[in-house]
């Protein structure tokens, strides 16, 4: 889109009308998204299977999206199919992904995805040069009718990087680096209509973001 650039091909992370990618903030079912990228940027948080839809302001976003300069980014994940099972699966050489849809009987809809990927487990399995490093992610979303004027939506998202490199020297005792880290989201939605021109919408999110460095004598951990 005009006015939004990528870092480069190999990143998701985004420049918007000049901005840092820091100044950018990322919304997941109305949650933030603290570190919205896997393996520093080579792969998004968001997994394209299990998005609804997606809005981006790049600019007049109002008072309650304080915090960012640039722009906000909302992904609505899958509210669920509602009238039979439904499911998706692909596989490729990086990694493997699935998003499945279920109706809860009339009063609502349940979708979950879930993506890993699986280098370490292949490849890296006979080539000592490559880090052993993983990333996964999945959320699950319920949608509820409570009655014809009510309803409720509940998410929840998880996503971890793990990356564990041993380094070759010469000496016995090989500097070793280990690194994790990664988001937890969750998200509560009512819904209260009050008429065909009227409705109110009252959410409750909680977001956190943690990392674990460890190499050598150097240890430090994060928390948001």
């Known amino acids: 889109l005009p006015g939004i650039l990528a870092i480069s091909d190999f990143s998701s992370e985004l420049y918007v009308r000049g901005g840092t990618p820091d100044q950018n903030l990322y919304l997941i079912d109305g949650a ?34 304080g915090g960012r300069l640039s722009s906000v980014l909302s992904v609505t994940n899958l509210d669920g199919n509602r009238q039979e099972f439904e499911g998706t699966a692909s596989i490729s050489l990086l990694s493997a992904k699935t998003t499945l849809q279920m109706p809860l ?27 052993d490093y993983y990333f996964y992610d999945g959320h699950v979303k319920a949608f ?53 021109k009227l409705f109110s919408n009252f959410w409750v999110t909680a977001s956190t973001f943690n990392s674990v460095f460890d190499f050598e004598v150097i240890s430090e951990k994060n928390d948001i």
């Open 32 to 65: 933030d998204v603290y570190n919205p990228e896997h393996f520093f940027g080579l792969f998004s948080t968001f997994n394209t299977d299990a998005i609804k839809h997606v809005e981006i302001s790049k600019g007049g976003f109002g008072a309650e999206y």
């Open 105 to 131: 009987g009339k009063m609502g809809s349940l979708s979950g995805s879930i993506r890993r990927t699986y280098f370490d487990k292949t490849v890296g399995k006979f080539i000592d040069k490559i880090p």
């Open 144 to 196: 509820i009718d409570l009655n014809p004027a009510n309803k409720l939506s509940i998410s929840s998202y998880a996503g971890r990087d793990d990356l564990d490199f041993k380094f070759e020297t010469e000496s016995d005792e090989k500097p070793r680096l280990n690194y994790d880290w990664g988001n937890t989201t969750g998200s509560v939605r009512w819904t209260h209509i009050f008429s065909p």
